[in-house]
């Protein structure tokens, strides 16, 4: 079973351009999470969907970042424009239908935004 | 504030001794736990969990303890084999409540494991 994969593993932006992440759950997995650390800091949750609904997008920082599950398969997130302190890694996680489901991550894009 | 907390940055220990990693947690609605460990260039790749209603869960070389009344939870590796070595992440969820399943994570411990 193929795990969760993500596109691109790295990106490098100017600041004020504009850069779409990609995500693919595992299949079958209806929970889709997206994460970010930023350098030094601790893993912190941005959004959740269940299929293509956005469950939960409390963690997303401002009006800047747009996220997207069309078909609630693959998911893009979108940061528009880019700005310095945007910069990290971004992770992709999905778990199963429900809750109480161990979280599976893909490996992350990093993102450097100069 | 930080909701979970790992308060050792680095844990260094010998081979075929016992690894303890600890995480502190304040909130009291967390009713599931989980610890990943993470190398580097790649995501977190789950290890154990626990529900609150267990003190503790155990998978091969991997225990989990729980201690609500404390809210503490600690990773113990027994035997640690070189290969362990990376960073251990602590997470909490609060299920069914407002966050929904989404994991709060602790800043992590970097477990060395010296042959």
């Known amino acids: 079973e193929a795990g969760v994969t993500q596109f691109p593993s790295h990106s490098v932006i100017e600041k004020g351009q504009t850069v779409t992440l990609r995500c693919d759950p595992i299949?079958?997995?209806?929970?889709l999470y997206w994460y970010r650390r930023v350098m030094g800091k601790e893993i912190k949750f941005l959004l959740h969907f269940v299929k293509e609904s956005k469950q939960d997008e409390s963690g997303m920082p401002n009006n800047r970042f747009l996220a997207e599950r069309t078909g609630g398969t693959y998911s893009t997130l979108k940061v528009q424009p880019a700005e310095l302190e945007d910069s990290g890694v971004y992770f992709c996680?999905?778990?199963?239908?429900?809750?109480?489901?161990?979280?599976?991550f893909g490996p992350g894009t990093r993102l450097t935004v100069t | 504030d930080q909701q979970v907390k790992q308060n050792s940055p680095s844990l260094s220990v010998q081979e075929g001794r016992i690894s303890i990693l600890n995480c502190d947690y304040t909130?009291?609605?967390?009713?599931?736990f989980l610890w990943y460990k993470k190398y580097p260039a790649e995501g977190p790749t789950f290890l154990i969990s626990?529900?609150?209603?267990?003190d503790k869960n155990e998978d091969g070389r991997f225990t989990v303890f729980l201690n609500k009344s404390a809210k503490h939870l600690s990773l113990h590796i027994v035997p640690s084999q070189p290969g362990d070595s990376a960073v251990y992440f602590c997470?909490?969820?609060?299920?069914?409540?407002?966050?929904?399943?989404?994991?709060?994570f602790g800043k992590g411990t970097k477990l060395s494991v010296k042959p």
């Open positions: 299949s079958g997995h209806d929970n």
């Open positions: 626990i529900s609150s209603i267990k």
């Open positions: 996680a999905s778990s199963q239908q429900g809750l109480g489901y161990e979280q599976y």
């Open positions: 997470a909490a969820s609060d299920r069914y409540g407002g966050s929904q399943g989404n994991l709060i």
């Open positions: 909130n009291s609605m967390f009713d599931y």
